[in-house]
C-alpha cells in the first residue's frame, strides 16, 4: 500500500500563488508515475498534470500549461505543484494520486491511478 497526503491548500487572490506538496510512504517503490486531479464543487473530476516518477517527464492539461508546474523529490517521496496566475476557476479540491504502471495515453484517466490522497482545498478570489 501507499499513502498520500496532500498540504498547501488555501485562499489566494487571482493572479497569485500557491504550491502543493504529496507525501508518499508505505510501497513508494512501486510508484511508477503520480498527477494531481482537481474537482470542482458540481463538476467531474479534472486532470491536471502528471509525472513519470522513473524519468520525470510531465504532461500537462491545456487550462494549466505555462501556469503550472510539477516535480517531484525521489529522496522525500514527495510530489509538487507549483501553481502562478491563478485564476478563479482554478478554484477546486485538489487530489493528487500515484499510479503503479501508466501508459502515456491514460496518464489523464483517473481510473488508472490506484491511490489516492484526501485531498486539500485551493480557493482563488477574484
Known amino acids: 500500500q501507499v499513502q498520500l497526503v496532500e498540504s498547501g491548500g488555501g485562499l489566494v487572490q487571482a493572479g497569485g500563488s500557491l504550491r502543493l506538496s504529496c507525501a508518499a510512504s508505505?510501497?513508494?517503490?512501486?510508484?511508477?508515475?503520480m498527477a494531481w486531479f482537481r474537482q470542482a464543487p458540481g463538476k467531474e473530476r479534472e486532470f491536471v498534470t502528471a509525472?513519470?516518477?522513473?524519468?520525470?517527464?510531465?504532461s500537462y492539461a491545456d487550462s494549466v500549461k505555462g501556469r503550472f508546474t510539477i516535480s517531484r523529490d525521489n529522496a522525500k517521496n514527495t510530489m509538487y505543484l507549483q501553481m502562478n496566475s491563478l485564476k478563479p476557476e482554478d478554484t477546486a479540491v485538489y487530489y493528487c494520486?500515484?499510479?503503479?504502471?501508466?501508459?502515456?495515453?491514460?496518464?489523464?484517466?483517473?481510473?488508472?491511478?490506484?491511490?489516492w490522497g484526501q485531498g486539500t482545498q485551493v480557493t482563488v478570489s477574484s
Open positions: 509525472i513519470n516518477w522513473i524519468d520525470g517527464r510531465a
Open positions: 508505505g510501497r513508494t517503490f512501486a510508484i511508477y508515475a
Open positions: 494520486a500515484a499510479a503503479k504502471f501508466v501508459t502515456m495515453m491514460l496518464l489523464s484517466d483517473w481510473n488508472t491511478y490506484d491511490y
